[in-house]
């Protein structure tokens, strides 16, 4: 009989790790098409069911296995876990176990960024796709030698729930001073999560 450990993050942290055990007929093929298909539910297809494991675990036992398992790849590849320290932390379930989970970390570790980066993309509904700008001078028909007001006409085509809808925004230069500050310090953040 081997051996299988259900992984229970205790405060999101990889480093502490609980386990339950329960004693299960299958091998380690098994194990690696189940951490496989958690990790294919990790990316957005179809999870792992229960049914397709028997009686192996109560449905309590089987939802933890899911989402334990779920946030260990997720933080994995999220916080960059080096994969020396992945393997540290699953030390406790045996050399077996934790290899099999380094194995299919190593294999899916990019797809599983890739799926994570899209997941926060689309925690706003809303893309820029495209932009277009122009400058107008701004004259008044009984000031014009006095009134010379540049404004900033800015066409936008933005994607939101999949359909393609343009918006036009007219600046001054203060706004558009505005406007360039904000994105500065958008970029800078995004930068340093890079």
């Not at 343009?166 to 890079?194: D, F, G, H, W, Y």
Request: with cysteine.
């Amino acid at each position: 009989m081997l051996r299988l450990w259900v992984w229970k993050l205790c405060d999101s942290a990889i480093s502490r790790v609980k386990f339950i055990g329960k004693e299960c007929g299958f091998g380690i093929n098994a194990e690696n098409k189940l951490l496989h298909w958690v990790v294919d539910g990790v990316c957005g297809r179809e999870p792992p069911r229960m049914a397709d494991y028997g009686n192996t675990w109560t449905l309590v036992e089987w939802m933890e296995l899911l989402d334990s398992l779920s946030s260990l790849f997720r933080l994995a590849v999220g916080k960059k876990t080096p994969n020396e320290e992945v393997l540290a932390s699953l030390a406790d379930v045996g050399s077996g176990y934790g290899e099999a989970v380094l194995t299919v970390l190593r294999a899916r570790r990019e797809e599983i960024r890739q799926a994570l980066v899209e997941r926060t993309n689309n925690v706003s509904s809303s893309t820029l796709q495209d932009f277009d700008w122009q400058i107008k001078l701004a004259l008044s028909s009984d000031k014009i030698s006095s009134l010379h007001t540049p404004l900033l006409n800015l066409h936008l085509d933005v994607k939101e729930n999949g359909a393609l809808k343009p918006l036009s925004v007219e600046m001054n230069r203060e706004e558009l001073q505005t406007l360039i500050s904000s994105l500065e310090a958008a970029n800078k953040v995004v930068l340093q999560l890079k």
